[in-house]
């Protein structure tokens, strides 16, 4: 009993010592313990050889803040009147006095710090505000970041990521960039400059057929598509035209054609017809409508067509003949392919006379009315035909013009080509004009071998 009270006594002497070490301002370290020799260095550290008891250890700096810490035990402790009681108490006390506040830059990290390197660089891992560097904290890490605008911004110069802003990042910088599809593809609609595919960059994108890096539409790529009729751009040196529509009926035709007459395609408000051809005998005329006076004579509808309204000259105004009433009576023909002035098969061989006597030709019934036709042709020649033509010795021709419509019936000569004298022979006739054929009043012309030449034209 009475050790235990020296030990205690022992202890509150060593922790009154520390104590007046630390009011005396000393900058000491001590160390105290009980029932044993003690040792002071020149710093003023006591060490104590042997602790049986209670240790306390104590650091004291002249004008800074203390922080203790003291380890007590006390041994078992017995009362007479409540027997012996053993009890272990261990305490660990941690203060600060007031004084200078943690400092960031000094080293070490202190509470409400997440690092402290000991230096005000802003661009290694730790800040000078001692947190850790991170990206978009605005301060570019060095060797880590490329960049860092404080932002999560990925448009603008700096990415969120913190890498500079580039093409094919993926990300369109803003102002800088049209596109960035974050691949090398030319053809998808985002190049490699991040530049926004359109037609004339001259790179064929995929919905273009073509792209000649030119504004030009009238050559073989028109708008980035394959010049075609019907694309609305005339394709120089290849179409006339190309209005952009398969309509044949305006100015440009469904094949890039300009319309003209004769194309077989009515042009609306300019052509009243068109049959694709230059007949001008039949209902279409120059693409208008066949019509009595238009000058052309409509074959199995008009008569004549003099173009005029003069209803009393050869054609009246209904496109009828005002012709000779001769013209409308009875006649014979002479169609024979011998009477012909090309034929001619020399001396001694067909040889026909027009008489009703010696050699009488097959076709000739005697003075009257003929009209030549068919094999033998449609007029009797102006001029003579050689001699055995015509399938006789001496050819006779008309030796005059035929007459016009209004002159009605006239009296002409028809002279007979023998030897060297081309009138040899000759006979008084009537020629009339009928429209489209003469009638001739023939007589018998005499000797034999005499006969009345046809030809195609006069």
Known sequence: ?????????????????????????????????????????????????????????????????????????????????????????????????????????????????????????????????????????????????????????DTDDCTSSCALAVCGDGVVHEGVEACDDGNDVEDDGCNTMCMAGSCGDGVVQQDEECDDANEDNSDACAACKLATCGDGFVQAGVEECDDGNDVDTDECTATCVAATCGDGFVQDGVEECDDQNDIDTDACVACAAATCGDGFVQDGVEECDDGNDVNDDACANDCTMNVDAQCSLPYDSLDLADRKSSFNDGNGNVEYCDDLNTGKSPDWTGDGWYRFEGAAGVVMPESPPSIYSCGTDAPGWLNGAHPAIEDGVVSRQVCFHWSNNTCNWNSQIQVVNCGGFYLYNLVEPGPCYLRYCGADNP
Request: glycine residues 16%; negative net charge.
């Open 1 to 153: 009993m009475k050790k235990r009270l020296i030990s205690n006594l022992s202890l509150v002497s060593l922790g009154l010592g520390a104590m007046l070490l630390a009011a005396c301002g000393d900058d000491a370290t001590g160390t105290a313990t009980d029932d044993s020799a003690s040792t002071t260095d020149t710093t003023g550290t006591t060490t104590d050889s042997t602790t049986t008891g209670a240790t306390t250890t104590g650091t004291t700096t002249a004008g800074t803040s203390t922080t203790g810490t003291s380890t007590g035990t006390t041994g078992d402790t017995t009362g007479d009147t409540t027997g012996e009681t053993t009890g272990e108490t261990t305490g660990e006390t941690t203060g600060e006095t007031t004084g200078v506040e943690p400092v960031c830059g000094d080293g070490v990290v202190d509470a409400g710090e997440e690092c402290d390197d000991g230096n005000d660089v802003d661009t290694d891992a730790c800040t000078s505000s001692c947190t850790l560097a991170t990206c978009g904290d605005g301060v570019v890490q060095e060797g880590v970041e490329a960049c860092d605008d404080g932002n999560d911004v």
